[in-house]
Structure formats: C-alpha cells, structure tokens
C-alpha cells in the first residue's frame, strides 16, 4: 500500500509542502471549496508528506485505507492535526516502533468525526453556511462508513444534528434581516443545510429522540458498545478462523508483525472478507473512490477466500472493478488490467466449473444478506449469486477490440497485443463450455457468436493454433459435456459451420444475421463461392440490410467484398466484377469496410459524436480486407469485362452508358494523359494493360498485370496469375474481333490462334459464343488455301453491315420500349410480390431468370445501368434483390398466403 | 451406369409403393447386383400390407426358408381390418350412392354434412372411415379401389389435413394404376393446394414452417409428378411449365438440383413443340441452359454436359461424346427410358441447328459424323431438317443449297434486315404489356391469392377495361426510368 502512494505521489514531493501551506492560510470563506477542487493533487501529495515526515510511524489497520479517501476533503484543521499526529504505515521504519502511538482505525475515525464537528461548530459561530454545509456532508459520509462496518453512530453525530437543526430554526426565526445580510452562496448552502438536515434527522429519528430524552444515557451507551468492540482490533488479532490464512506478510520483527498481522488479518481473512467486501461495492462508483486501490484490496481479498462463495463473489467484484478502471469508455483498459481480469474470468469459470452447486445469475431474485458466508447447504441445493460472466465474456472482448484500435498496428506493440487474442479465445471456448454444461441457451449463444467472431475470417493455420490453445484449457475445467472444437469437426469449414448452425437456432435474429454474414464471409474466404452466393441470396439480407445497424451493415459490406474476391480467385470474373461494382461506385470502399475514416467533403463535417462513434467501429488492423488488393482484383475484373464490351459498342453514347463509372473514370483519366510514364502503382498498371488490349497487344497487357506485385497476397498467387494470363489472351481475343471486324471479310482461325497463342479449338468455341448470342455478325467458313491443296482451313467470315443513321434509330427505339416493358414488368413484379405462386406472367419472365451469369447483349447491359447507381451504404442491394425475388418468391408466398 | 443412377436421390422423396417400379425397372436392367434389389424390394414391401407379394419376396431372398410366422398372423391382420374398415365405409358407401343423396348433395360441403347427419344419421366420423379404408387399400396394393374411396372422402370432408392427405394418396394410387389423365387432373390438383399454401397440418407453429413444408411438399410433388408427366402424352409441355415455373426452379436449386436431368431431358424432347405452346416451353431450352450453367457445381449428368456443350462451349466434338454416354444414361433411366429416339431426335436437331447458324457453309460429312450418323442418313437427316417448318434452318432454306459435289449445304445468310431485327425486338412487347395491365386488373378486383395465367385474366371483358386504365398509370413510371437511364 505505502508503496503505491509513494509512487503516486513521487513525481510532486518537492511542491507538495507548500501547496499545503497555501490551502491552510487560506481564507475560510474559500477555503472548503478550494479544498474540494484541489482534492486530487492534493490527496498524493498529502499523504507522501505524511509518510516522509512521520519518523514516528504508527502501524495501522488497513481501514485507513478506506478513511484515506475521505482524509482530503478534511478541512484544513483536520488536515494539520492528522499530519502532525499520524504517519503512514511504513514497513521499513521499523526502529521506530518504541514511539508508536497505537491507535485503533476506530479511534481515528472518531477523530475525524470530532475534528469535522468542532469545524462545524466553529463554522455556525460565524454563519458560514457553506462551510458547515461541506463539513456536513463530509459528517454525513464518515457516520456512513462508520456503519458500514456496522460501529453504532457516534452520538456526535447525532449531537450535531440536533444542534444544527436549533441553529437553523434560529436563523430561521430573524429570517429576515440574516437573509439578507448574507450573500448569496451562503443563502443557497442554507437552504440545502436545512434540507439536509430534515433528512438525516429522519433518517435517525429514533436515535435523535433518544439522545433528545436522554443524552447522557445516550453517550454512556454508544461508549460500552464501543468498549465490547474495543479490544479485538488492538490488542491481538481476532480469533482467525483459518490460520494459514494470514498472510505472511511484510516485516521480520515479531513484535511488529503482531501488530501488523493483527491489522491485515482484520481484514484480509476469511472472516473479515465480507466485511471488506462489502466495503469496496459502497465505494464504487463514488467519486472520490480510487479505483487502483480497490483493485488492490480485492486481489488480497482473494488470496484469502477459501470457500466457493467468497472467491465467487471475490472474482466478480474483481473483474467489474478491473473493468471500472476507466470510466470513460472512449479509453481503452491497460493491458495489465485486461490480462488480470481475464485471468480472474478464467478462475472464475474454473471455480465454478469446479464447484458445480454455484451459480452466477443476473437476476436473483431471493434477498441474501451479503455479509453471511454461504453454502450449497444453507441455501438448499444451488448457491445463486448476482452477476453476469457473459457481460465480462463480451466486455473483455470488446476492450481487447478497443485496445487494438488505439494501438499503432505497425507496431510490436500491436503484435504483442494481438497475441493475447490466444488467451481471450481459450477464455471464450471455456466460457462457452460453463454455459452448456449450465445449460444457458442465451448465454451460451452469445459466447458462441464471439467465438465465431474470433475465427470466421482467420486463415487456417490461425484457427487451428487458437483451438488447439483452447482444447487444451478447456480440457482443463473437467467437464463432462463437450463443444464443438476443430478436432471434434475436422475442419474449420464445418467447425463455422457447426457454430453458426448453433446461432441459427436462436431467436435472437440479430445474432442470426450476424451468423450468417460471418457463414458467408468463411465461405468465401474459402472460395466456395457459391454456397457463399446461394446463402447470401437465400438470406434476403440485400433487401433488409439497410435497416439494420450500422456495424451489421459493415460486416454484410465485408462479407460481400470477400465474395467478390472469391469470385476473382475462383476465375469467375464476371460475378467478381458485378460484385465489386457497387461498393467501388461508392468512392468510400475504406470507410464502407470500416478500415478507414469518412472523408468529408467540402462544407461538411461530421460532428465530435458522430466521429467518436465512427472511431469506435473501425476494425482493428489484422481483420482489414487489404484494400488495394480489392481494388487490383475489382479493376482487373473490370477490364475483363469492360474492355471487349467497349469494343462491340460502336456509338459514342451507348459507351457512355455501358460502362461502370469507376473503371470508366480511370480509363478517361488515363486517356488524357499526354505522356504516359512507366507505371508505378497497381492503377497505372491496369490502365496501360487496358489501353493494350484495346489495340490488340494482349501481350504487353499481360505483362503488365502479371508484374503487379499484389498479387502475391493472393493465397494459389500462380494459379491466378494463370487464370489471368488466360482471361486476358480471351478477352484479347474478343477486343480485337470487335474492333477488326469491319477491316476484314474473312480471317483464319490458325491466324487468330497463333496471334493470341490459343488454341484453335478454343478460338472456335468463342466466335462461335460470340456468332450464336448475336455479337458478332459473322460465321464459320472452310476456305480452301490458294495454292488449291485439298486441304481446307476454317475460317470465320464476317457479315457486316453498315447501319443508316435511321435504322440506329429504330434499333435503339426498339430497345429502350423492350427495357420500358420489362421495367413495367419488374415494377409490377415487386409490387405483387410474386404473389400467387405462380406469378401473373411468369412466361415472360423466363428468359432473363436464372440469377448470376445473364449472358451478354442487351439484357445485361440493361441490367448494368440499373445496377450502376449508386446505392448508400448497403451495397450491391439491387443484385441481391434480382436473385432474392427468384428464390424468394416461394418464401414470401407462403407466408402471405397462410 | 450406376454413377448417373439417379434412384438412390429419388426414392427418399418417392412414396414406399411408387419406389416398387423404380427398383422392378433396375432390376430388369441389371446395374445393380440383382440380390441387392431383391433384398431392397422385400425391405419395402415389409412395411407394407402386401402380404402375397412380400411373401414371394421371401422366397426369393431366403430360398428354402420357411416363412416365418408372423406372415401368417399378418395376412389375418390385414384381413380382419380389410373387413372392418370395410364394413364402416360401405355404410356410408352406400348413402352417398344413393340417387337422392346425389341429387340433394351441393357445393357447399358443411351443408351436405348437415343434411346427410340429419337424414341419414352419418356422421363426420363415418366420413373418414371412408379415408380410412382407402388408406387401408393403398396398403395392400388396390388402388383403384382406395383412389375410389378416397374420391369420395374427398367430397366430403371438410378437415384440412386429412384432405391434403387423400389428395396425395388419390394421386399416388392413380399413377400407381396408370389412370394418366386422372393422373394428371390430381396432380394439377394438388399443385394448387400445395401453391396456395395453406396451413393444411397441425404441425407445429412456427414462422419459417409454412415455407419450410412448402417447399419440402414441391419436392415431393416434383418427384411423383415425373410418373405422370413421362407418361402423358402431354404430360413433358406440362413437365416444363411446371418445373420452369420460378418457385419450382427454386425447388430444384434448392432441394433437388438433380431434377435437372429430366427438366433439360424434356426441354430437349419438346424442342419441336408446336406453334401453340407457351411461351415457356417455346424458350425452355434457353432457360434451361441458364440453369444448368448456375447449378453447373452442384449437379451435372451426360444430358446437361451435352447442352453445356453444344450452347455454352460451342463444342461439336464433345458435344457428341456426351450424347452417346447420354444415350446410355436414357436407358437406363426409369422415366426417360421410352423416349431414348425421340431425345436422339430432338438432340440432333438441337446440335444441327446451332451448327448451321454459326457455320456458313456445312460439310455433311463433317455433320453426319456429329450426329453419329453415317454419311447417307446424315444427308437424309439434313434435307429434313431444311424442311423442318421448326428449325431454324428453315427460314434460310431460301438460301440453304445442298451441293452435292462437294458435299457441302451452303447457307448465305447475312445478318438479320435491320427492319426484322425491329421486328423481332418489339414482336412481344403489346402482348406483354397487356398482361401486365391484366395483372393489375385482376389485383385491383381484389383476386390476390388466385394464381392465375395472365392469359385467363386477359378475356375477362372487365379485365380489358381496367387494362387500359392502369396502364396509362405505369407508362409514365416506366419513362421515368428510361429517362434515367438515357
């Protein structure tokens, strides 16, 4: 204890002297409120000067602890008296101890009670109502402590209470004139005073009649109680209950550690527990309480408790004060403090496990007195105790969040930090365990969804090490039933699987939904694109998600993203690209992501709240989807797709429309450039690759990409960069027919596939895709060579026809009524809802149903533009809602018709 | 062949009676060791009241073993309560059987039961004696006889559930004793309940229950309802308009994807359907091949590589390698069995068709060897084709010439007039729009829950005159939207 207030007042010493001075000399008037402001510095200060004065150290009960507290907001008189008089417990002075002053922490306390009612006193002498009304309030909390610990109240107390309530109704009575006279802080400290006072004289009635009747016998009374009370703090130490219980504490001497042990052993034993206990809850929350110092006494508390009970309720009033050591909330806890209280969650999850007739509930609803002592025996079966490990579960999930978010990730610290996630992990798997064999349904799915939430993005080799940390300290609570671990399932795959199926079969539809997101996203983390695609779909969160809460909307983003970039690794470039389009349309993919913050525009700015709430939701560093490498995938995809489409259309304002805002900025961009330097980032990279497959050079694009270095983040790095090389000799090979066709009759496949290096198998097969979905007007020939040999070369022939501006027209009029129908047609669609099973037209619809892949021409580029507005914070609602009214269809039905 | 047996994925969703057909035809076809399918059959049939036929059963899985006695002791079971529940419905029988009854019965089924309790003292509880004995009839393998009992019931009874249920077995008995148009009618029949949703069962409540057993009933019914449509005469256009219906696409994706063998097998067979299908069936093939695309990762067989092939990869070689080993597939398949030629048919006009429009001029040759064919029938095959007012040869046999010289047809064709092309692009656009205002018609008379063809609401002569009205009201939102985009 000495040794934390010497280091807490270490860095003031020299000042602290003379600060006191100046609160002394001040003048009474201001005196008590300068006190009450300064109280913090003062309070370090204070007591280092104490202990460095007092040669003559009395060793003392630990209850100064408490009485420390309150000791700065003595008034000065106090303050003088009490440093003069009492040096603080210090272990090494030892030598000192022939001059000790024995006194009993009872004896003090009724000291301060003197010293504040002589101050009260001397305060009514001369009408300084605010005086008397801080010295009051002060009475007021001592008298309180003083039951606490269940001493009688002095009969000072009440004394003084009587006494005040005479004065007041004299000041009452020349109301008038003293009103007057007074100003105005000490009108208003009257008026609460009287307040006040009518309350505790309330409060204390009885006493206060009795002391009325009978003062002496009053006073006679209170001094035999305290006589019976007297000699079992001094003299020696109590009767222990558990002799190894005492601590061996500080100190050689054997005559101090008598002394010493009897003090501590007052307290910090088995017997005194609840006692203290009981102390620590009062001061929680109170202003002045410090909360270090509860920490203290309550990690002594639990060396001592024995018993289930008392390290149950121990460990609790533990953890919460841990988790009280800030009280703002934007702060994030201290990593000692976390480590501590998640090893007391740990223990506590141990002791109960252990002792199986313990309970911890949040409701008990039976009224225990809290200083007893109790047993599976007296209470008859199960033990409940108040408090909540779920709530510790989560808020030590939580700070461990916060304090990754305050920390620098590119730091060692970071890294350091994030290695305790091993420990929170094992901590959460046992918490999970407790609540199964408890059976708490509710509980438990909770535990289970941060649980999920700890391996749903984690590569492999991350979640195994963290089960094989948790199997191993699970194994540990001796339980007998069992959670689904990565050994019990074989794979992370259906260990998720496993979890999340738990989550599904909650009510809480919240925890539902964010089950599933995380499902989804470890899907496609995966690459099973499409059970992640089909669960997406089959959800129905892209019509609802814009009502959900914010973080909810952040992890649909991030699962949504990460389906994109399976589509990208699994080759299916057209759903990576109509995945991705929506949120890149948003310019905000960091901000959407919440790995970055928003980024005000001109005139606008968010508010302090709204940027402290925003702070809060960003995802630590190592959960960040890297967004550069989103970026290379969506703008790859892009020009995949984009490129040979741009290239089929031959008019200005078609191409205007058809192509996806984000790659069309950039491409424009690039275009304007008028020296195009060697490419330095991923960008320049894709737009010169783009720029050469418009003219053909798919080498040069291949290149290109393949010398982006991002890739090699990609997990199977070679076999995209494959897949790449591939796409782009295709989509090479789509551009240049576009672009050509109307300089040839008739070309060579053998030409073609040597050109593009494909084979002339698969040259076939895409003119033939590209004959048979009407983009290219042209057809598959046999020409013989001209040097007449018999053998005959496949050759494509082209059918172009130049159109009138007349008959573009009439083209166009034509297919803007056709996207006019069809809107009717979608409009009414969802207006009936695909009511009746069988939909009002369900002939017309058939053609463009069938979810993902709509195959080139006109209907998807209808489909693009629709899909091409922006859409706020939801991200690609409008394709989910395609897909969505398919299958859903069935389901919105069944309800409606029930 | 057992790789693409489909019978294990089948028989779950089968009733035990209909799976007897399914393991009789595999047995004739040898896939599966035939002790297996004897000891398959007789687990089937243990469960059931067909107490003669178990019997044989046993003898042919045990030979030499005695029967065991419960056999025995079973058949008088069955027929002790073969009696009794008979008794119980012929009571009824034959007050619904009389001529005055018939005349005083009307639509409404809580006044019939009324009238019959009054007059002839028959009770509800009589009533489902007669589902009773039809249930019991179905056990023992009569059912006409149960389809007949369960008829009755049904006009009867007015409880929900056990409705459903003797729609269900009234179905299962006319397939089981091939009445295929009865067949047919029940099907419908029970589709329309089945869509219409109903809480028919007393199981327990919960929100996601109805469209949880709604679509567990859709599965159930697309399976029963491959007996009935491979067997109908019309029964593959109905096939597809079911099945490309988009709730039962979504059954197929999401419960049975491998139902996709028989939707693409009969979208391939009524590739020639006539002028007067709908419009469904007209695209079907497109549809399908969407389809089989999207479920490419969780189902595919010869009968959807070959569409894969010939419409997605444009690849003639492999198209013809799948088409024998679906061939092979065809035989061996309960359902598909009888239709090996014409699907053969069908899937050589299918690869003929695009090999003509993407190719100018076509060596037959090269072609006949695509078909499996030989060079002779190729030649006659292709004349057909020409011929063939369906194909899509047919539009240029103006320009298709076969050159016999060289072997080759030359086809010289350019691409579409502008003008068709228009044409082409706006054929539909009236009709659609008509059924769109019909919809909203039908919706503003209050039919919501009816579904219905926007064809039928169309000739209602008040359909007509709202269709005009609200279509004005949707033009201006659609302009909107093309504004927007423009």
């Known amino acids: 204890m000495s040794r934390f207030f010497k280091r807490a007042g270490d860095s003031s010493s020299d000042e602290s002297e003379s600060e006191e001075e100046e609160l002394l000399s001040s003048g009474e008037d201001e005196a008590p409120q300068q006190v009450t402001k300064a109280a913090p510095i003062g309070m370090a200060r204070f007591r280092r000067t104490g202990s460095d004065e007092s040669s003559s150290s009395s060793s003392e009960d630990d209850d100064d602890d408490d009485d420390d507290d309150d000791d700065d907001d003595d008034d000065d008189k106090g303050k003088k008296k009490k440093t003069s008089k009492f040096g603080w417990g210090n272990d090494a002075e030892e030598s000192d101890e022939d001059k000790v002053v024995v006194k009993s922490a009872r004896d003090k306390r009724l000291e301060e009670i003197d010293a504040c009612g002589k101050t009260i006193d001397n305060a009514v002498k001369v009408n300084d109502w605010v005086a008397i009304n801080n010295e009051f309030d002060k009475l007021g909390r001592l008298v309180i402590r003083q039951m606490t610990l269940q001493e009688p109240i002095p009969p000072l107390f009440i004394k003084h209470v009587i006494n005040l309530d005479r004065t007041l109704s004299a000041v009452a009575q020349k109301d008038k004139e003293s009103k007057k006279k007074m100003n105005a802080n000490n009108a208003r400290a009257l008026a609460t005073m009287r307040q006040k006072l009518k309350k505790s004289a309330k409060e204390n009635e009885a006493d206060v009649k009795a002391y009325e009747a009978d003062a002496e016998a009053f006073e006679a009374n209170y001094a035999s109680i305290l006589i019976a009370l007297a000699p079992a703090p001094i003299v020696k130490p109590p009767p222990v209950t558990n002799n190894k219980d005492e601590e061996p504490v500080e100190g050689t001497n054997d005559d101090?550690?008598?002394?010493?042990?009897?003090?501590?052993?007052?307290?910090?034993?088995?017997?005194?527990?609840?006692?203290?206990?009981?102390?620590v809850h009062e001061s929680r929350g109170r202003k002045n309480t410090d909360r270090a110092e509860n920490v203290r006494i309550l990690e002594k508390l639990l060396e001592v408790a024995h018993t289930p009970y008392s390290k149950i309720s121990v460990l609790l009033a533990l953890i919460s004060a841990r988790f009280e050591y800030n009280t703002t909330l934007s702060t994030f806890m201290p990593t000692d403090a976390w480590l501590g209280a998640r090893h007391d969650l740990d223990e506590l999850i141990s002791v109960l496990a252990a002792s199986q007739d313990y309970v911890v509930q949040e409701v008990v609803t039976i009224e225990t007195d809290e200083l007893v002592e109790r047993t599976p025996e007296t209470e008859g079966g199960t033990v409940h105790v108040r408090g909540s490990i779920i709530s510790s579960v989560e808020r030590l999930d939580d700070e461990f969040t916060k304090s990754l978010q305050n920390v620098d990730p590119h730091g060692t610290e970071y890294v350091d930090r994030l290695k305790h996630s091993m420990d929170l992990y094992k901590t959460i798997c046992r918490a999970q365990l407790y609540f199964e064999t408890k059976n708490q349904p509710e509980a438990t799915v909770r535990v289970v969804m941060r649980r999920v939430e700890h391996i749903y993005s984690k590569p492999n080799a991350v979640v195994q090490a963290l089960e094989t940390a948790a199997a191993t300290s699970v194994e540990s609570l001796h339980l007998?039933?069992?959670?689904?671990?990565?050994?019990?399932?074989?794979?992370?795959?259906?260990?998720?699987?496993?979890?999340?199926?738990?989550?599904?079969?909650?009510?809480?539809?919240?925890?539902?939904?964010?089950?599933?997101?995380?499902?989804?996203?470890?899907?496609?983390?995966?690459?099973?694109?499409?059970?992640?695609?089909?669960?997406?779909?089959?959800?129905?969160?892209?019509?609802?998600?814009?009502?959900?809460?914010?973080?909810?909307?952040?992890?649909?983003?991030?699962?949504?993203?990460?389906?994109?970039?399976?589509?990208?690794?699994?080759?299916?470039?057209?759903?990576?690209?109509?995945?991705?389009?929506?949120?890149?349309?948003?310019?905000?993919?960091?901000?959407?992501?919440?790995?970055?913050?928003?980024?005000?525009?001109?005139?606008?700015?968010?508010?302090?709240?709204?940027?402290?709430?925003?702070?809060?939701?960003?995802?630590?560093?190592?959960?960040?989807?890297?967004?550069?490498?989103?970026?290379?995938?969506?703008?790859?995809?892009?020009?995949?797709?984009?490129?040979?489409?741009?290239?089929?259309?031959?008019?200005?304002?078609?191409?205007?429309?058809?192509?996806?805002?984000?790659?069309?900025?950039?491409?424009?961009?690039?275009?304007?450039?008028?020296?195009?330097?060697?490419?330095?980032?991923?960008?320049?990279?894709?737009?010169?690759?783009?720029?050469?497959?418009?003219?053909?050079?798919?080498?040069?694009?291949?290149?290109?990409?393949?010398?982006?270095?991002?890739?090699?983040?990609?997990?199977?790095?070679?076999?995209?960069?494959?897949?790449?090389?591939?796409?782009?000799?295709?989509?090479?090979?789509?551009?240049?027919?576009?672009?050509?066709?109307?300089?040839?009759?008739?070309?060579?496949?053998?030409?073609?596939?040597?050109?593009?290096?494909?084979?002339?198998?698969?040259?076939?097969?895409?003119?033939?895709?590209?004959?048979?979905?009407?983009?290219?007007?042209?057809?598959?020939?046999?020409?013989?060579?001209?040097?007449?040999?018999?053998?005959?070369?496949?050759?494509?022939?082209?059918?172009?026809?130049?159109?009138?501006?007349?008959?573009?027209?009439?083209?166009?009029?034509?297919?803007?009524?056709?996207?006019?129908?069809?809107?009717?047609?979608?409009?009414?669609?969802?207006?009936?809802?695909?009511?009746?099973?069988?939909?009002?037209?369900?002939?017309?619809?058939?053609?463009?149903?069938?979810?993902?892949?709509?195959?080139?021409?006109?209907?998807?580029?209808?489909?693009?533009?629709?899909?091409?507005?922006?859409?706020?914070?939801?991200?690609?609602?409008?394709?989910?809602?395609?897909?969505?009214?398919?299958?859903?269809?069935?389901?919105?039905?069944?309800?409606?018709?029930? | 062949m057992a790789e693409y047996d489909l019978t294990t994925k089948l028989i779950p969703y089968l009733d035990r009676h209909l799976a007897f057909p399914l393991l009789s035809f595999l047995h004739e076809n040898e896939i599966y060791p035939a002790e297996e399918l004897i000891q398959a059959q007789y687990d089937l049939a243990k469960e059931t009241n067909m107490v003669d036929y178990y019997a044989g059963l046993h003898e042919q899985v045990y030979p030499g073993k005695e029967i065991p006695a419960e056999f025995g002791q079973k058949r008088q079971q069955a027929m002790e309560t073969n009696e009794r529940l008979e008794g119980e419905a012929q009571a009824v029988l034959a007050v619904i059987e009389n001529p005055d009854v018939v005349q005083a019965l009307r639509q409404d089924k809580l006044q019939n039961l009324t009238y019959l309790k009054d007059n002839y003292n028959v009770t509800v509880d009589q009533i489902t004696a007669l589902y009773n004995f039809g249930q019991f009839q179905y056990t023992y393998g009569n059912y006409t006889g149960a389809a007949d009992y369960l008829y009755h019931f049904r006009i009867l009874s007015t409880s929900n559930a056990l409705l459903l249920s003797s729609q269900w077995g009234k179905t299962a008995s006319d397939i089981l004793s091939g009445k295929w148009d009865t067949a047919l009618e029940e099907l419908n029949k029970l589709k329309e309940i089945i869509d219409a949703g109903v809480a028919t069962t007393s199981t327990t409540p919960g929100v996601n229950m109805p469209a949880l057993t709604q679509l567990q009933s859709r599965t159930w019914f697309m399976h029963w309802s491959l007996f009935v449509y491979f067997n109908h005469v019309e029964g593959r256009t109905a096939l597809l308009e079911t099945f490309l219906a988009p709730t039962y696409l979504n059954t197929i994706q999401t419960s049975c994807p491998w139902l996709l063998r028989y939707l693409a097998?009969?979208?391939?067979?009524?590739?020639?359907?006539?002028?007067?299908?709908?419009?469904?069936?007209?695209?079907?093939?497109?549809?399908?091949?969407?389809?089989?695309?999207?479920?490419?990762?969780?189902?595919?067989?010869?009968?959807?590589?070959?569409?894969?092939?010939?419409?997605?990869?444009?690849?003639?070689?492999?198209?013809?390698?799948?088409?024998?080993?679906?061939?092979?597939?065809?035989?061996?398949?309960?359902?598909?069995?009888?239709?090996?030629?014409?699907?053969?048919?069908?899937?050589?006009?299918?690869?003929?068709?695009?090999?003509?429009?993407?190719?100018?001029?076509?060596?037959?040759?090269?072609?006949?060897?695509?078909?499996?064919?030989?060079?002779?029938?190729?030649?006659?095959?292709?004349?057909?084709?020409?011929?063939?007012?369906?194909?899509?040869?047919?539009?240029?046999?103006?320009?298709?010439?076969?050159?016999?010289?060289?072997?080759?047809?030359?086809?010289?064709?350019?691409?579409?007039?502008?003008?068709?092309?228009?044409?082409?692009?706006?054929?539909?656009?009236?009709?659609?729009?008509?059924?769109?205002?019909?919809?909203?018609?039908?919706?503003?008379?209050?039919?919501?829950?009816?579904?219905?063809?926007?064809?039928?609401?169309?000739?209602?002569?008040g359909g007509h005159h709202h269709h005009h009205h609200h279509n004005r009201r949707g033009q201006p939102n659609a302009n909107k939207t093309v504004i927007a985009e423009a």
């Open chain 1, 256 to 279: 101090f550690k008598t002394v010493g042990k009897g003090g501590k052993a007052y307290n910090f034993t088995a017997a005194g527990l609840y006692k203290t206990l009981a102390g």
């Open chain 1, 480 to 898: 007998k039933s069992s959670i689904p671990t990565l050994a019990s399932c074989g794979n992370t795959k259906s260990l998720v699987h496993t979890l999340c199926v738990k989550l599904y079969n909650t009510d809480n539809s919240f925890l539902r939904t964010r089950a599933i997101l995380c499902h989804i996203y470890h899907h496609a983390l995966h690459n099973d694109f499409h059970t992640a695609r089909d669960m997406l779909f089959m959800s129905h969160l892209g019509d609802t998600i814009q009502n959900a809460d914010i973080p909810m909307q952040i992890l649909y983003n991030r699962a949504v993203v990460q389906l994109g970039l399976c589509a990208f690794r699994s080759g299916l470039i057209k759903e990576a690209q109509a995945t991705l389009q929506e949120i890149f349309t948003t310019q905000r993919v960091k901000e959407l992501l919440a790995q970055g913050m928003h980024q005000p525009k001109y005139g606008s700015s968010l508010t302090p709240e709204q940027e402290r709430a925003e702070r809060a939701r960003q995802l630590p560093f190592h959960l960040h989807i890297n967004t550069e490498l989103l970026e290379a995938a969506f703008l790859v995809s892009s020009m995949l797709v984009e490129i040979p489409l741009l290239a089929s259309i031959d008019n200005e304002e078609q191409k205007r429309k058809a192509i996806s805002k984000p790659f069309k900025r950039l491409l424009d961009f690039a275009d304007r450039q008028v020296f195009q330097g060697p490419p330095e980032t991923t960008r320049d990279h894709i737009m010169q690759a783009s720029k050469a497959l418009q003219e053909g050079q798919w080498e040069k694009a291949k290149s290109l990409i393949l010398s982006i270095k991002i890739w090699s983040l990609m997990p199977e790095e070679k076999k995209i960069k494959e897949m790449l090389g591939q796409r782009i000799q295709e989509e090479g090979l789509r551009t240049y027919l576009f672009t050509n066709s109307a300089y040839y009759t008739t070309l060579s496949l053998s030409l073609l596939a040597k050109t593009f290096s494909l084979p002339e198998k698969s040259v076939a097969a895409i003119i033939s895709r590209m004959i048979w979905s009407d983009e290219l007007s042209a057809s598959l020939d046999y020409m013989a060579p001209p040097d007449g040999s018999a053998t005959k070369f496949p050759v494509v022939v082209f059918h172009r026809v130049e159109l009138t501006r007349m008959q573009q027209l009439a083209q166009t009029l034509a297919d803007k009524a056709n996207t006019m129908v069809e809107n009717n047609e979608k409009t009414l669609d969802q207006k009936l809802g695909g009511s009746g099973a069988g939909g009002w037209g369900e002939g017309e619809r058939q053609g463009k149903g069938g979810g993902g892949g709509a195959e080139g021409g006109d209907a998807k580029r209808s489909e693009r533009t629709s899909r091409g507005r922006g859409r706020g914070r939801g991200g690609l609602t409008q394709r989910g809602a395609r897909f969505a009214q398919g299958l859903g269809n069935r389901m919105d039905g069944g309800r409606r018709n029930q």
């Open chain 2, 265 to 461: 097998a009969a979208a391939i067979i009524s590739r020639k359907g006539t002028g007067t299908a709908s419009r469904t069936v007209r695209t079907s093939l497109q549809t399908v091949v969407k389809l089989i695309q999207t479920e490419a990762y969780q189902y595919s067989d010869p009968i959807t590589d070959f569409l894969r092939d010939v419409y997605v990869e444009f690849d003639f070689d492999q198209a013809q390698v799948s088409l024998k080993e679906a061939e092979k597939l065809i035989q061996n398949d309960f359902f598909l069995e009888g239709f090996k030629e014409e699907f053969l048919e069908n899937a050589r006009f299918v690869v003929s068709e695009a090999y003509c429009r993407i190719h100018q001029r076509i060596d037959i040759a090269d072609l006949s060897s695509r078909l499996n064919l030989s060079q002779k029938e190729g030649e006659k095959w292709i004349v057909n084709l020409i011929r063939d007012p369906s194909s899509a040869l047919f539009s240029l046999s103006a320009d298709a010439k076969i050159d016999l010289e060289q072997n080759v047809i030359s086809t010289n064709k350019g691409s579409l007039p502008v003008y068709q092309s228009v044409i082409e692009k706006t054929r539909g656009l009236a009709f659609r729009t008509q059924v769109l205002g019909a919809a909203m018609a039908k919706r503003g008379s209050g039919l919501p829950d009816q579904p219905e063809n926007g064809e039928e609401g169309q000739q209602g002569g």
